[in-house]
């Protein structure tokens, strides 16, 4: 499979020389995915084996799936990364739920600040949340199943210590922490009649809810802020948990895969992406997570164009002296979002009008060229195309490593880039072909959008039974 990439016709040689040098930096080859598979499947062996692998591999504590026949009415909080979400979600068996949810947003102040504020801050909309919808369930303690989308080690379903933040959180006090603990203390402080009964990250909750409605699936996927997947292990294969034992046969694995390849062993990095890095919160973490993800995407973007202005690539043609261009917006760090990626790549106009509305109204770049916007076209192509082969690849391993090959698999992914990223869902299937071949086709993808707060219901729901 090719991947279509913009023709930039009236290129002059300078600009020319740059694009290929730069389209050669961001493109994978097949052979370059294939050694990036192989390398995957023996780290996930490595993190299953020993504990502190930059591919963790973390056991999530609960047993394997749903049926889709559970009912009652549960709880759910998720922390995502750009919002707090919670729900009260009720069962109704035959794959069927009942939401009703409320969105907060997450300050800044709030996600570098105190860990305790953070926490006060959570409990605090749980308890609002309660309140605007009336006490109906206020009979005792409500069960909540909290999907917390940070790396944890998990000992217990109910128990697990914050490792580090990842995805612009750096909350003090927290890392090392029982999260369960750290909310528990504010819900009780503040007299919220709720129990936090299972702790799920947000991959596992997202698996959990998509096996309510298609049982059996094999992976639950996020491609949002962040980037990560759970699948269905079996717990005998989890040789780091000893003989330690465990009412089922099967148990869901929390890879982290935002980390894999720390080492850099395999994966291709960029000046720009090591730009990013550089000057990111956790610098030389999270390598694979910041090739993939909404976070990140844009600020690679916006990498390569300053790269381009200051080789004087780009913008060239305009008369400074007499133009509105300023460079401010541009300049800024996190000043180019992945969605300008999104609408820049699904922009069809000859003209490439949406492009030029996006340097204008939101980069105050007033004048451009057609071969300007359709660099930075390009430049938008190549980055997206490389996360999307990269997630591919992920998966692909994933597949492999559980025999999934040949028999198939359904795999749910959430994330605004799987919903609404351009062509991401096709990119992904033709690096499967590249990949797996034939078999690609047994593989089906499905939207599990915001699944993390059904799940953790769910998970919430296969705890208090396990306590009856
Ligand atoms: P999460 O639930 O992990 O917080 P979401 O799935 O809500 O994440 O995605 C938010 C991320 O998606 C942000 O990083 C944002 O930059 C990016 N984003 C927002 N809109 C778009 C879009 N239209 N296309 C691609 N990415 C987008
Ligand atoms: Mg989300």
Known sequence: MSFHLI???????????????????????????????????????????????????????????????????????????????VCQITFLGGSEIKIKQQKYKVLESLKTGEARALFDFIAESIDRFLTDLGDEHNDGKLDLGFTFSFPVEQTAINKGTLLHWTKGFAATGAVGKDVVELLQDSLNRKNVPVRVAALVNDTVGTLLAYTYIIPNALMGVILGTGTNGAYVEKVKAIKKLGNFHFNSEDMIVNMEWGGFDNERKVLP???????????????????????????????????????LIDSDLLFKEIHFQFSNITYQRINQQWGFETAYLSRIEADLTPNLDNTNSILKNDLNVYESSLTDRQIIKRICQLIGIRAARLAATGLAAVITHRKAVESGCSIGIDGTLFEFYPHFEQRIRGTFDELIGSNADKIALGLARDGSGVGAAIAAMMAAKNRE
């Open 269 to 307: 990095i960029t000046l720009f992406d090591n730009k990013l890095d550089r000057e990111s919160i956790n610098p030389r973490a999270q390598i694979f997570e910041k090739l993939i993800s909404g976070m990140y995407l844009g600020e690679i973007a916006r990498n390569v164009i300053i790269h």
């Open 7 to 85: 023709d930039i016709k009236d290129a002059n040689e300078l600009q020319r020389a740059a694009i290929l040098d730069i389209t050669r930096q961001f493109e994978l080859t097949t052979k370059k995915i294939h050694d990036i598979k192989q390398h995957f499947i023996n780290e996930m062996h490595k993190g299953l084996e020993k504990h502190g692998n930059s591919l963790a591999m973390i056991p999530s504590y609960v047993p394997g799936t749903p049926t889709g026949k559970e009912i009652g009415t549960f709880l759910a909080l998720d922390l995502g990364g750009t919002n707090l979400r």
